[in-house]
């Protein structure tokens, strides 16, 4: 199985920028794409589609939620942070099943 | 639009079989791919298994034989069953839309279920 590695939590002050990281154990790039997806999770809430493909922004979500990475190492980064993204944030490979999700980091703003 | 939505109970006793139905609306079972995604309270996601447009199914193996995932398509329902639940079987069940190797796209709300002794 794939294993993706999130720290559990980061706090960032209100307007500053957040880097929430994932790394995997295996490569999740394929023919030029990197299977790897981010979601934001609220208390209570389903997960929402932030990112697809590493670093295409999905259907609504604002430009202040941005995608990088390959191969192993994965980037979400929201800048500016804005009090309404308190969440926990989620990567998930599409790569190989058994799909697999990273164990989430909390985003605390401050 | 797209909507998906879990039923199912709301508590099961230890050792029985969970049963939960996914009913969707706006696009059909045929084309797109259903997925179960379970969350215990207060941790992370977990992949449970899939139903793809095709009709095949493939499953965790975290859940070895305990869990089959069927549907029908007239009803655009997918179907998970589980069997021998234990506590640590308590959890929000959620489904979730899928294509080729794309994210999951579309969520239902999700049923919490709790397995009781």
């Known amino acids: 199985d794939i294993v993706l590695t999130q720290s559990p939590a980061l706090a960032v002050s209100l307007g500053q920028r957040a880097t929430i990281s994932c790394k995997t154990n295996?490569?999740?790039?394929?023919?030029?794409?990197?299977?790897m997806h981010w979601y934001q999770q609220k208390p209570g809430q389903q997960p929402k589609l932030l990112i697809y493909?590493?670093?295409n922004l999905a259907s609504g979500i604002p430009a202040r939620f941005s995608g990088r990475g390959s191969g192993t190492d994965f980037t979400l980064t929201i800048d500016p942070v804005e009090a309404d993204d308190t969440a926990t944030y989620y990567c998930q490979q599409s790569r190989n099943l058994p799909f697999t999700f990273g164990s989430g980091t909390k985003l605390e703003i401050k | 639009q797209v909507q998906l939505k879990e039923t199912g109970p709301d508590l099961v006793q230890l050792t029985q079989t969970l049963s939960i139905t996914c009913t969707v609306s706006?696009?059909?079972?045929?084309?797109?791919?259903v997925h179960w995604v379970r969350q215990p309270p207060g941790k992370g996601l977990e992949w449970m298994g899939a139903m793809w447009n095709g009709g095949g199914t493939d499953y965790n193996s975290a859940f070895k034989s305990r869990l089959s995932i069927s549907r029908d398509t007239s009803k655009s329902q997918v179907f998970l069953k589980m069997n021998s639940l234990q506590t640590e079987d308590t959890a929000k069940y959620f489904c979730?839309?899928?294509?080729?190797?794309?994210?999951?796209?579309?969520w239902g709300q999700g049923v919490m279920v709790t397995v009781s002794s």
């Open positions: 706006g696009f059909s079972l045929t084309t797109y791919n």
């Open positions: 979730a839309r899928q294509t080729g190797s794309a994210p999951f796209d579309y």
């Open positions: 295996q490569n999740v790039d394929y023919y030029g794409n990197s299977y």
């Open positions: 493909l590493a670093s």
